[in-house]
């Protein structure tokens, strides 16, 4: 089954450009160097204010699902590694129920779609494995998942997502790295991460 561990390296490499023996240190010591140059506030960027990846308004959910306040800009930038974490684990890996996917390149590039675009990204890969598009992955959506030639079904998630980036409003601007990032995804479940 999928290791959500292993996608927390490869997100701080592409938000926040660690390299090297960066990417060796403990996962809460990766997240304070990635702190240092995860910070966006990019006015062309859909996502707004962003902090290794994490909009604002992905922010805002969870503290609203937390019955906490709206954050400010200064609350996201301050973000801890464990609220961090667990953004990314229950609003993102845990909505694909990726620890019951087969394949840790088909966890990484489904996860990392849903992080990287929203949650109708979730009824474009429905779409692609022959489900029901209704968003919500369930028993059905996992088993159909599981069944495919998991280097078909990778490669049919990467196709559709590089043209989904290239009729993105921002891809004028972020497409050269959008696509790197995506291209770094690799079946087998490991990054290149140059």
């Not at 990635?34 to 994490?54: K, Q």
């Amino acid at each position: 089954m999928a290791d959500f561990e292993k996608i927390i390296p490869f997100i701080f490499h592409f938000a926040a450009g660690l390299h090297g023996n960066d990417l060796l240190l403990q996962h809460h010591l990766q997240f304070e160097k990635a702190r240092l140059s995860g910070w966006s506030n990019d006015p062309d960027d859909p996502g707004g204010a962003t902090m290794i990846d994490v909009t604002i308004s992905a922010y805002t959910t969870y503290r609203r699902r937390h019955n906490r306040p709206d954050p400010s800009e200064k609350e996201l930038y301050e973000i801890s590694y464990a609220e961090w974490r667990e953004i990314l684990k229950t609003m993102y890996w845990d909505h694909w129920k990726a620890d019951e996917i087969e394949s840790q390149g088909i966890a990484n590039i489904l996860v990392d779609w849903i992080w990287a675009s929203g949650t109708t990204s979730v009824k474009k890969a429905q779409n692609i494995i022959g489900v029901k598009a209704d968003g919500i992955v369930g028993p059905k959506t996992i088993d159909a998942v599981n069944r495919q030639d998991a280097d078909i079904l990778f490669d049919r998630i990467r196709h559709t997502r590089e043209d989904y980036y290239r009729k993105c409003r921002g891809a004028w601007k972020y497409l050269k790295g959008w696509l790197r990032r995506l291209n770094a995804i690799r079946p087998d479940g490991t990054f290149s991460l140059k």
